[in-house]
C-alpha cells in the first residue's frame, strides 16, 4: 500500500516534469491556462497522497518544510485558484517537488537493497554453483584442446614430432594435475551442501510435525 502511494506522487511528479518539458519552462506551463490547471491538479494530489494517505512513519522520510510548503500550496490552489499566487507554485516545483522525489527514491533504493540482500541469503551456495559452472566450461575447453592436439600430432606421424610437440604435450600433465584437485574440493565441498542443505529439510519436518 506504501509503495503504491509513493508511486502515484512519483507519476504526480513525473507529469508535472512533462508539462514544463512540453512548454520549455515553468513559467510558460504556469501561463498556459490549461498547463496551469493540470500542474495545480497534480500539485493538489501529491499532496492530499502525502497528508491524508501516508502513515506518520512513511510521512517521516520527507523533510518538515517539505510537508508544511505542499500542504499550504495545497491549500493556496483549493481556496483561491485564480489568485494563487504563481511564485510560490514556482518554488514548490523547484524546491519541494526535487527533495519529495529524491526522498521517495531513496527509499525504494533503500528497499530494492534489503531485498538483494534477502534473496542472497536465502540461496548462499549460489557463487559456489557459479565457480562449479565456471570451472566445468574451462576444464571442457582443456580437455577439448588436449584432443585437438593428440589428433594433430597423430596427423603428423610419430617420426616428425618434435621437440617442442612433446614439451607442450607435456604442459598438459601438470594442468590436468592441477584440474583434478580442484576438482575434488568442489566436489568434497557440494558434498557438503547437499548434506547440510539435507539436515536443514530434515530438522524443519521433524518441527512441522511437531
Same mark, same amino acid.
Given at each position: 500500500m506504501r509503495q503504491e502511494i509513493l508511486k502515484d506522487i512519483l507519476k504526480e511528479i513525473k507529469i508535472i516534469k512533462s508539462i514544463i518539458k512540453d512548454k520549455g519552462s515553468i513559467n510558460a506551463a504556469l501561463m498556459d491556462e490549461i498547463s496551469k490547471r493540470a500542474i495545480f491538479q497534480s500539485i493538489t494530489n501529491i499532496a492530499v497522497d502525502m497528508h491524508e494517505k501516508l502513515d506518520d512513519e512513511t510521512r517521516a522520510i520527507f523533510q518538515e518544510k517539505d510537508l508544511k510548503f505542499?500542504?499550504?500550496?495545497? #491549500?493556496?490552489?483549493?481556496? #483561491? /485558484?485564480?489568485?494563487?499566487?504563481?511564485?510560490?507554485?514556482?518554488?514548490?516545483?523547484?524546491?519541494?517537488?526535487?527533495? *519529495?522525489? !529524491?526522498?521517495?527514491?531513496?527509499?525504494?533504493?533503500?528497499?530494492? @537493497?534489503?531485498? @538483494? @540482500?534477502? @534473496?542472497? /541469503? !536465502? /540461496?548462499?551456495?549460489? /557463487?559456489?554453483?557459479?565457480?562449479?559452472?565456471?570451472?566445468?566450461?574451462?576444464?571442457?575447453?582443456?580437455?577439448?584442446?588436449?584432443? =585437438?592436439?593428440?589428433?594433430?600430432?597423430?596427423? !603428423?606421424?610419430? !617420426?616428425? *614430432?618434435?621437440?617442442?610437440?612433446?614439451?607442450?604435450?607435456?604442459?598438459?600433465?601438470?594442468?590436468? =594435475?592441477?584440474?583434478?584437485?580442484?576438482?575434488?574440493?568442489?566436489?568434497?565441498?557440494e558434498k557438503e551442501f547437499i548434506d547440510t542443505a539435507k539436515e536443514a529439510k530434515t530438522t524443519e519436518n521433524k518441527e512441522n510435525q511437531q
Open positions: 505542499s500542504k499550504d500550496t495545497r #491549500n493556496f490552489i483549493a481556496h #483561491n /485558484n485564480k489568485a494563487t499566487n504563481l511564485k510560490v507554485v514556482r518554488n514548490f516545483i523547484n524546491f519541494e517537488l526535487v527533495r *519529495i522525489e !529524491k526522498a521517495i527514491f531513496a527509499v525504494f533504493q533503500k528497499e530494492q @537493497s534489503v531485498n @538483494s @540482500s534477502t @534473496s542472497s /541469503n !536465502k /540461496n548462499p551456495y549460489s /557463487n559456489f554453483f557459479k565457480l562449479k559452472k565456471s570451472f566445468t566450461i574451462l576444464f571442457s575447453y582443456i580437455v577439448a584442446l588436449f584432443f =585437438i592436439f593428440c589428433g594433430y600430432l597423430l596427423i !603428423k606421424g610419430i !617420426k616428425h *614430432i618434435g621437440g617442442i610437440d612433446i614439451a607442450i604435450l607435456l604442459c598438459f600433465i601438470p594442468v590436468f =594435475i592441477l584440474f583434478g584437485i580442484v576438482a575434488a574440493v568442489l566436489r568434497k565441498r
